[in-house]
């Protein structure tokens, strides 16, 4: 997983609130055994509508999306972050995530800042009045940042420790779980003999 | 101080806990299906891993397979090399599969439990969000993602943070008609479908003790759908009774000195929830949603509502779509509204109780002209019983459908799905839009509603049929 520590790109007002990830990507496009190749999918119900907001030239190169509350529920599909990324997001900014997506989030490497439902709407306006701005997301400081002057945006973001350290680190959690072999395998040994096992000898 | 059951299972699951990082938890069962694992098996190749307990691993097939023509090669040819995937990497990592043709294939939620495998005090994992099923038992059980997938595979462990626990107490009983469905359906539009979010549920009271382990399978299966971490029902004497002579359930000493395990995972007197909601179920009737979250609800004998109903400007937008998605017009009576095609089935309402609740009510009776009723058993275990107690005679006879076992109609994944603008009522979990197929409407209904529905072509309860007949 390459390294996360700050990111600057054109975000996106996705003015919607329980975008589930059927939305973001349907069941039709995860019939594949591949790794990579779901833009296609992303928000594929959506895309075929000329006004949608990401068939808006003046968000092209996207690579942040502000989104509404609930972002991510349902299906534990981790397909939904890699068609993310896969387009091009590297964050996702929302007041609140379905927690399995968060956690495929922290994963695959795609950022999911949470953040108070107010800084969302700042920025959703400030992106519909300048269609095509940047917002600067560090994960370092924990700070999302758009725009300049007295109309500045600045504000705090919530990841939990453990996750924001494996994103600036770039951190593969196998690893680091097999580090602790011996742990597993002290814990094995003590496992009661009636739990059920799907092979028997 | 006391502990919850979910507490103590998780406690009894801890291999490595430090503080600032999340718990190592030991995962006892981990479940797999074609859709989510092929990435992960991948993965392992790549870096030249194995599985590390393929004896705690089972896979079957059923997101992706057809209903009709089950015993011919899949038609499909992605949806086939995904299931032939699966197949390849079951036998290249020694993982015990239930191909379609097997008696045991199935929905992986509907498997579980039918083999025994399933049990309480244990910890489940599957790359689907439905795996919270399987709580029903006293166990945690919660979906994963495919890195997740890959993780468990590995390592037979997972990192987690320990969630809050939430306690929701059901006092009473359910009137007659009124099933766990109904239940969770009008505990979800209370909470919305973020209400449980960062939390493991104990569903508790008087409600749930008197449900079957079948109908505590449906609600703990809809926990994700307000957002629950997990959702767990304490082991009793109804749940023993479940798992005793399952295939994989402990047999002789084994089973003794499993049940005095089971039996310690409640939840201490002077134990403590970070939060509770308590419902009275004498309260709750028929429930039905409009919208396309499965929070967008309101009993049968209401009408469709109104944006103008919600006082948060976010819901009320989201009602506007919605209502424009569903092609509904506020102030219908949801009776009156005409159902295309009645599906039941799912890892939600798929299993022995669903179709023989929903065989009773249409028996005698025949599907509405201009409806059409699938009928997709859970698990090829589930249609074998079925058809040995008839039942597939008395929805054949009805005009229903009868279909071989799978997710079927659940998702748009197989060749099951809604037509644009076509209307579902369905047993199933989730309502988002195009969940069912490209521009398909779907109501989440109880399997009595889904019965009377097929019959009646409108929205309807059994108690409606009566009054047909009468």
């Known amino acids: 997983m390459d390294k996360f520590t700050t990111h600057t790109g054109v975000g996106v007002p996705l003015r919607r609130s329980n975008v589930d990830t059927d939305q973001i990507i349907p069941a039709v496009y995860l019939k594949r055994v591949t790794r990579t190749g779901f833009e296609d999918g992303l928000f594929a119900a959506w895309r075929n509508d000329p006004a949608f907001v990401l068939n808006n030239e003046a968000y092209a190169g996207a690579s942040v999306l502000v989104a509404g509350p609930d972002f991510g529920t349902g299906s534990s599909r981790e397909h939904a972050v890699w068609a993310l990324m896969d387009y091009g997001f590297r964050v996702v900014i929302s007041s609140r995530f379905g927690d399995i997506f968060r956690g495929n989030s922290g994963k695959a490497g795609l950022l999911a800042a949470k953040v108070d439902e107010k800084v969302v709407q700042k920025l959703w306006d400030y992106l519909d009045d300048n269609p095509g701005a940047q917002i600067t997301v560090d994960l370092e400081s924990r700070t999302v940042r758009a725009g300049e002057g007295v109309d500045a945006i600045e504000d705090s973001f919530d990841i939990d420790d453990y996750t924001r350290w494996r994103l600036l680190e770039g951190l593969d959690d196998i690893g680091i779980t097999l580090s602790h072999e011996d742990d597993i395998a002290a814990y094995e040994a003590t496992r009661p003999s009636f739990k059920p096992v799907t092979q028997h000898a | ?470």
């Not at chain 2, 960062?198 to 008197?210: K, Q």
């Not at chain 2, 039996?263 to 309260?283: C, G, P, Q, R």
């Open chain 2, 1 to 470: 101080m006391g502990r919850t059951l979910s507490e103590k299972v998780w406690d009894e699951h801890v291999v490595r806990s430090t503080a600032g990082e999340p718990d190592l938890l030991y995962i006892d069962l981990h479940l797999i299906h074609e859709v989510t694992s092929p990435q992960a098996f991948e993965g392992l190749r790549l870096s030249n891993r194995k599985v590390r307990r393929p004896d705690l691993t089972i896979a079957t097939e059923d997101h992706n397979v057809p209903t009709l023509d089950w015993d011919k090669p899949i038609a499909d040819p992605v949806s086939r090399t995904q299931v032939e995937t699966l197949r390849k990497n079951a036998e290249e990592f020694g993982v015990r599969l239930h191909p379609l043709g097997d008696a045991e294939q199935g929905i992986v939620h509907v498997v579980g439990p039918q083999l025994g495998l399933t049990q309480p005090g244990m910890t489940i994992v599957c790359g689907d969000s439905h795996t919270s099923t399987h709580g029903a038992f006293g166990a945690i059980a919660f979906g994963i993602g495919t890195s997740e997938v890959e993780h468990v595979l590995a390592t037979q462990t997972l990192m987690q943070d320990k969630p809050k626990t939430m306690a929701v107490t059901v006092n009473g009983t359910l009137p007659d008609g009124v099933s766990a469905k109904d239940l969770i359906l009008t505990l979800i539009s209370k909470t919305g479908t973020g209400g449980g979010q960062g939390y493991i549920v104990e569903y508790r009271g008087e409600a749930i003790r008197e449900l079957s382990m079948e109908a505590r399978m449906t609600i703990c299966n809809m926990s994700i759908e307000w957002g629950a971490k997990a959702g767990m029902i304490a082991p009793d004497e109804t749940t023993f009774a479940y798992i005793k002579d399952k295939p994989e359930a402990p047999k002789g000493a084994e089973w003794d000195r499993a049940v005095a395990h089971w039996k310690s995972l409640v939840t201490d007197e002077d134990a403590t929830f970070d939060k509770e909601i308590v419902l009275d179920a004498a309260e709750v009737t028929p429930f039905v949603t409009w919208g396309t979250n499965p929070g967008q609800g309101v009993p049968l004998g209401a009408s469709v509502p109104s944006p103008d109903d919600f006082e948060d400007a976010d819901e009320k937008i989201a009602a506007e779509k919605a209502l424009t998605y569903m092609g509904l017009e506020a102030g219908t009576p949801m009776r009156e509204v005409h159902i295309d095609t009645v599906f039941l089935g799912s890892c939600t309402n798929g299993r022995m109780e669903d179709l023989r609740t929903a065989a009773d009510i249409i028996q005698g009776h025949h599907v509405a002209e201009g409806t059409r009723f699938l009928v997709v058993p859970g698990s090829a275990k589930v249609r074998l019983q079925a058809e040995e107690e008839g039942l597939h005679k008395i929805f054949i006879d009805a005009g229903a459908e009868w279909r071989g076992a799978g997710c079927s109609m659940c998702l748009g994944m197989n060749p099951d799905t809604l037509a644009p603008g076509e209307r579902s009522a369905s047993t199933s979990n989730r309502n988002f839009e195009g969940r069912q197929g490209k521009g398909g409407r779907t109501h989440l209904v109880s399997p009595e509603v889904a019965a009377a529905t097929a019959v009646r072509g409108t929205l309807s309860s059994p108690a409606d049929l009566t009054l047909v007949e009468a």
